[in-house]
């Protein structure tokens, strides 16, 4: 290293020390701690005690973790393609570039903005069994359609039913793409133009050059929308807590990993069992991140590569 | 059919698709302004009705009222607002300046470590930080909500960074040959010319301290420091989801500040986004 190499160094570390501070306080030693004690029983008053792997022996023992693995999977399974198709075709209607287009794509984006508490509260009323706007928009349907066909089918009991719950979390979580959205449409109209002139000349009609142009070329726009909304999803946590006034829902059909994290945390006080639910909820998002990164690939185009 | 009736059909069917859209994610909204206007009465209605008959504007005063220290909630959300986006301004601007501006040796290996640290979610290392605070006393303050924000989050140095490569080199050169030193040409010739992306930032920040609701949970320990977020889950939780009328006239108090916001500074929040996604 040379005498300004050195300098320059100097400066460089002088000017990034609040993220080094934050990256060892903030990230490196919390991440590290947990790992130590995830190890370990540890109830807060007392010191935690080395209790070898027990925790990870209770884990697979303990069927609300697996409940929870098993609603987030399911959440996220639905959730992240569900966006990400709706995300991508209201994209592609705002990119036509018809008159009113910026009122359109305001409209989409303002839900993104509602705070998570108000719109767990809201969506809870919206899903309201008798009085919600989703069933006083479905009764009509149902109604008809009962009619027709002599059948017996009514709107769901949304939040109260186990089997519908999760759907109606799924239905609040959609409402808010409007991030991916914006991200969607940034990334349409950076598509060559040229592109979509040559597959003019060669006579592709417009559901052709959507799939042999602007998705091959926005492919790492939808790479990125889709690791982001799957890091989001894993963690979901605030919305079900407020749905369910900070409860399971009904049949424990609302328990995520991370609410069963905060509750073996901070309501059972069981910080080293915590721990080591978090470990294994990290090595899954870690694991299905790397999955995605391998398997996109071979299918995500980077101009200049 | 000619090619011109064909577009004309076209154009139809996508403002069609595109009003179905928007039909759908205005309604929720309605419904919420709807529900916070009516009588008591009106919302148990059946079958429920639109519109209120006779608009309830006392139903807002009268929800702030029920929510306990409303007034006292908004105070420390603000305050707590404030003092992030100071943070994260700080902060975040130095570290983005030394991770673009300056080419040290091992510089773009030490920024692939900043992103990394966007995979580590909240969830998996907060007993830690809640222990670290908690044997710094801090629990049942509003520090352990504002502090770590002077440590540069890795997602605001991304979006700074990407910013700051953008503008010229010779910028800094023709300084440094002038003599300025680094702090001088981060804060008289960067700063200003990336105000918008610190805009940017400093909204970003705005919204994510007045949405949070883990962080004020796991912290705050008593009522009268409660933030909004907070204190609305809190009295949904007391009036045991009943009094919808007043539950949906305080959700509109909590929503309709940042949409103000979002429509004064509209273009900032459209290109940040935009950004994260697209150039990185």
Redesign the interface.
Known sequence: ?TRQ?RQ??R?????????I???L???L???L??AY?SFHDYAVLSKPVFIGTENYSDMLADELFWKSIWNTIYFAAISIPLNLIIALF?AI??N?D?PG?KI????????S??????L???????L?G????VN?VL?PITDTANALFGSDVAPPNWLVDPEFAKLGLIFASA?GVG?AV??????LQ?VPRTLYEAADLDGCN?WQKTWHVTLPIISP?IY??GIMSL?MS??V??VP??MT??QEGPGRSLLF??TY??FN??ENWR?GY??AI??I??LI??AL?LLATKVSERHIYYAGK | MTAKTAQRVQTVCIYLMLIAGAIVFISPFAWMVSTSLKPLKETMAMPPQWLPSDLQWENYPQAIDEMGEFWRYTWNTLYLCLMTVIGTVISSTLAAYGFSRIEWPGRDKTFMLVLATMMIPFPIIMVPIFLVFRDLGWIGSFKPLWVPTFFAGAFNIFLLRQFMLTLPKELSESARIDGASELQICFRIILPLAKPAIIVVALFQFMATWNDFLGPLIYLTNQQDFTLSLGLQSYQSQSGGTSWHYLMAASTLVILPVIALFFFAQRYFIEGIATTGGKG
């Open positions: 290293m190499e320059r160094l400066t460089g570390l002088m000017f990034i020390s609040p993220w501070v934050g990256f306080v903030l990230n030693y919390p991440f701690s947990s004690l209201l209607l705002l036509f018809l287009k359109f794509r305001t409209i989409y984006f303002l839900p903005l509602v705070p998570l508490v108000c767990g509260v809201l969506w809870r009323w919206l309201n008798q009085l919600g706007l006083t009764r409402w991030n914006v991200i969607f449409l940034a990334g950076d417009f726009v990125f929308n890091i894993f963690q946590f605030a807590y407020v006034d900070g990993t991370a994290i905060f945390a901070f910080m915590a721990c978090g470990l909820l990290f998002i870690l991140t």
